[in-house]
C-alpha cells in the first residue's frame, strides 16, 4: 500500500480508498514530472489517504491537516467532530518558526431551558480556517469536498470506530438522533465492515465548503447550529458563538544538542509535562549516558516527577499558577532529579503538592504530516470524551462535545511536539499521541529512542511501553520482560494490554525549504488501525 501511495498524484475514491489504489498508481505513472514531497500519519487510514491526496495535489502541510481534520469528523465522530476542536504545532522555517494554534473548545456558559448534557463551544472549523488563512495553498473548497462525499455516499466503519460504537452504544443510543445515525436496522450499532451514511452531516459539509467558515459563526447557519445544540439538550449562545476566536500561541522549548524540542503550552498541558520530561532526560546528557537496561527506570523516574510536579502549577481550568518558563528551566530539571537513584524507585508522595488529580480523558486523536518546503504540523483533536455529550444535533449531524470540567473532561494530556535544529530550523521530528496521560510518556519514549537511541523509528513505536502518571504509585507496562526489570528497582508494576497510540515523522538530515536530502520516514502506531505514507519525489 505504501508503495502505491507514494506514486500517488492524482484523487482517491475516499468511499473506497484503498480499491482506487491501482487507479492512482497508474494515473502517477502518466505525470512526466514529479516534485513533489511529504510525510503522512495518523489513527485513521482514511483521513491519511485524503491527506496525501491533497500533497500529492501541490498542497501544504496546513492544507493535509485541515482536510483531515474534516474527513476525521465523518470517519471517526467518536473522537473528531465539528462539535470540538483541539491544539495544532506548526513548524514553518520561513514563517516564524514553531507556533502553536489553540481552538481547543470552550465550555458553552449558555445552557438553554432544557440543557441536561452541557456542551463546550464548536472550534473546528473556524481552527482549520486560521490554519488554513495562515499556511494553506489549496481552495478552501478542495479541502472539504472528500469529506462532503464520503458523508453523502457512505463510508465502511473502520475497526477504530467500529470498536468505539460498541463500547458506548448503550448510552449513546439514549439520544434518537445517535440511534438514528449510528444504529442499523436491527438495533444495535453499525458494526465492522458496516455502512454508515451520514446525510445531515453531508449537507452541513456542503454548506461549509460554499459560504465557508463565516456562515458557520455568524449567519444563518450559525442560528440553526444554536437551535440544534439546544433542542439537544446541550449549551450555546448565539454571541459565544460568533465571537469565538482560536488564538496563536508561543510554544516551550527544550534545547539539546543541535536541536530544540518544542512543545504547546496551557491549556494543552500535556506538551508541557512532555517537555519537562524530556529536560530531565537530557540535562548533562543522562539518558544518552545511562546503560541500556536502566532506561525504563529513568524514563518511569522522569514521569512520576513530571507528572507529581504538575500538581503544583496546574490550575484545574488548564491555566498555569506559574510561568512556563520556570517549570521548564534547567534549575527545576536538576532539583527534580536531586534523589534519582540508578537501582532504586523513588516515593511519587514526594512530588506531589495535591493528591488528587485529574482523571484520565483518554478519547481524542492525533496526526503529523510535513511537506516539501519544510512545513510540519502535529494535531490533536478532542471531544473531551468518546462521542462527547453523547446526543447528535438534529439536522446537522454534528455529535456535540462535552463541556470541559478539569475533572474527569480536560485537555491535559493533548500535546504534539516537534523538533527542530536549532541553526536554521529545519524539520527534524514530529509525534502527536492520544490515549490519556499514557501518550505523554509514549512521545517522549519514542522521541529518547529514535533522537538519542538512534533506533529506527517504526522499531521505537513498537517497543513495549510503560507510564507512571504520579499517583497512585505505580508504574503501566506492556509486557513481562519490562515488567521484571522495573519490580528489581522496587517499582509496583501493573500490566496494561495497550497503552497509548503514536503516530510520528522522522527526518534524521532534516527538511528544510530547499532540503540536500529527503529521507524522511513515517510511521503510525501498531497498537491501532490507522496509516502511515510517504510521497517522492521522481
Not at 35 to 46: N, T
Not at 249 to 256: D, E, H, L, N, T
Not at 418 to 427: E, G, K, N, Q
Amino acid at each position: 500500500m505504501v508503495l502505491a501511495l507514494a506514486l500517488a498524484a492524482c484523487g482517491f475514491d475516499y468511499a473506497d480508498p484503498f480499491g482506487s489504489i491501482d487507479r492512482v498508481a497508474r494515473g502517477a505513472e502518466k505525470q512526466k514530472k514529479l516534485v513533489l514531497y511529504g510525510a503522512i500519519a495518523g489513527d485513521e487510514s482514511s483521513a491519511v489517504l485524503v491527506g496525501h491526496d491533497m500533497l500529492s495535489s501541490g498542497g501544504s502541510a496546513a492544507d493535509a491537516a485541515v482536510a483531515m481534520a474534516f474527513m476525521l469528523s465523518v470517519t471517526l465522530p467518536s473522537r473528531a467532530s465539528l462539535g470540538g476542536g483541539g491544539v495544532c504545532m506548526v513548524a514553518s522555517p520561513l514563517k516564524g518558526g514553531v507556533r502553536m494554534l489553540d481552538f481547543m473548545p470552550p465550555a458553552s456558559r449558555s445552557p438553554g431551558p432544557h440543557t441536561d448534557r452541557p456542551s463546550a463551544v464548536p472550534t473546528m472549523v473556524r481552527g482549520m480556517a486560521a490554519l488554513h488563512a495562515a499556511f494553506g495553498r489549496l481552495p478552501w473548497a478542495q479541502l472539504i469536498a472528500p469529506a462532503e462525499q464520503l458523508a453523502r455516499v457512505g463510508q465502511t466503519v473502520t475497526r477504530p470506530l467500529g470498536e468505539d460504537l460498541t463500547k458506548l452504544a448503550g448510552p449513546l443510543f439514549t439520544d434518537p438522533e445517535s440511534r438514528a445515525t449510528f444504529s442499523r436496522r436491527g438495533g444495535g450499532p453499525v458494526a465492522v465492515g458496516g455502512r454508515l451514511v451520514q446525510l445531515n452531516l453531508r449537507t452541513l459539509l456542503a454548506q461549509i465548503r460554499v459560504r465557508g467558515a463565516g456562515d458557520f459563526y455568524n449567519g444563518n447557519l450559525a442560528r440553526r447550529l444554536v437551535d440544534a445544540v439546544v433542542a439537544a439538550g446541550g449549551s450555546l449562545g448565539r454571541e459565544e458563538l460568533r465571537t469565538y476566536l482560536p488564538k496563536w500561541r508561543q510554544v516551550a522549548g527544550v534545547p539539546f544538542g543541535r536541536d530544540v524540542l518544542h512543545a504547546p503550552t496551557p491549556p494543552a498541558t500535556g506538551g508541557v509535562v512532555a517537555a519537562q520530561m524530556w529536560h530531565m532526560l537530557v540535562a548533562e546528557g543522562r539518558y544518552a549516558k545511562v546503560p541500556v537496561a536502566e532506561r525504563p527506570h529513568l524514563l518511569a523516574e522522569t514521569a512520576k516527577r513530571a507528572f507529581g510536579n504538575r500538581t503544583r502549577w496546574l490550575n484545574r481550568d488548564g491555566t498555569s499558577r506559574e510561568k512556563i518558563q520556570a517549570t521548564l528551566s534547567a534549575e527545576r530539571a536538576r532539583g527534580l532529579m536531586n534523589n534519582y537513584r540508578p537501582g532504586r524507585a523513588s516515593s511519587a508522595a514526594g512530588f506531589h503538592a495535591d493528591r488528587s488529580q485529574p482523571g484520565d480523558t483518554s478519547s481524542g486523536t492525533g496526526f503529523v504530516v510535513v511537506d516539501g518546503k519544510g512545513l510540519a504540523v502535529a494535531c490533536n483533536l478532542t471531544m473531551y470524551h468518546l462521542f462527547g455529550t453523547g446526543r447528535t444535533a438534529p439536522g446537522l449531524g454534528i455529535v456535540l462535545a462535552a463541556a470541559p470540567d478539569g475533572k474527569t473532561r480536560h485537555p491535559f494530556s493533548l500535546g504534539p511536539v516537534l523538533v527542530t535544529r536549532a541553526s536554521d530550523r529545519a524539520f527534524r521530528f514530529a509525534a502527536a499521541g492520544s490515549g490519556g496521560a499514557a501518550a505523554v510518556t509514549a512521545i517522549v519514549g519514542v522521541a529518547a529512542q529514535t533522537l538519542i537511541d538512534g533506533l529506527p523509528l517504526k522499531q521505537a513505536i513498537q517497543t513495549p511501553r510503560l507510564h507512571h502518571g504520579g499517583m497512585p504509585d505505580r508504574v503501566l507496562v506492556e509486557g513481562g520482560p519490562l515488567a521484571a526489570a522495573l519490580a528489581e528497582r522496587g517499582h509496583r508494576v501493573e500490566q496494561a494490554a495497550s497503552l497509548a497510540r503514536v503516530n510520528a515523522i522522522f527526518c534524521p538530515a532534516g527538511l528544510s525549504p530547499k532540503p540536500e536530502r529527503r529521507d524522511c520516514v513515517a510511521a503510525n502506531d501498531n497498537r491501532g488501525a490507522g496509516l502511515a505514507a510517504i510521497l517522492v519525489p521522481r
